[in-house]
C-alpha cells in the first residue's frame, strides 16, 4: 500500500527527492479513486508511489491546481514531469514515467 503524505512529508519525500515519484490525489469518498489504488499498489511494487488525500491536504491540492481526482502527477527532481486525470490504466500510468 502507498504510503499517504501530509505537507511536510510531501516536502520532504516528493519535492526534495532526486529521484522520479509518482503521486496520486484522491479522496476516500471517490469511486474511481477507490478502483485505481490496486493499480497503484501494484506499481508501486517497482516505482516510488505516494498518494495524498485532497481533503485532508487541500493547501497542497490547490497549489498542484487538482480540480478532478484521481489525479496522478509524475515528478523528477521535485517538480512536476506529466499528469494524469480520471481512472486510468497501469499501462498509461506508466506512461508518465517516460
Not at 28 to 34: A, F, Q, T
Not at 59 to 86: H, Q, T, W
Request: contains cysteine; glycine residues 6%; negative net charge.
Amino acid at each position: 500500500m502507498s504510503k499517504v503524505l501530509n505537507k511536510d512529508e510531501f516536502k520532504e519525500l516528493v519535492i526534495d527527492s532526486k529521484k522520479e515519484v509518482l503521486v496520486d490525489f484522491y479522496a476516500d469518498w471517490c469511486g474511481p479513486c477507490k478502483m485505481l489504488g490496486p493499480v497503484m499498489d501494484e506499481i508501486g511494487k517497482k516505482h516510488t508511489v505516494y498518494k495524498v488525500n485532497v481533503d485532508d491536504e487541500q493547501d497542497l491540492a490547490i497549489s498542484y491546481g487538482i480540480m478532478s481526482i484521481p489525479c496522478v502527477i509524475s515528478f523528477k527532481d521535485g517538480k512536476e514531469y506529466k499528469r494524469l486525470v480520471g481512472l486510468s490504466t497501469e499501462d498509461d500510468i506508466l506512461d508518465l514515467l517516460k
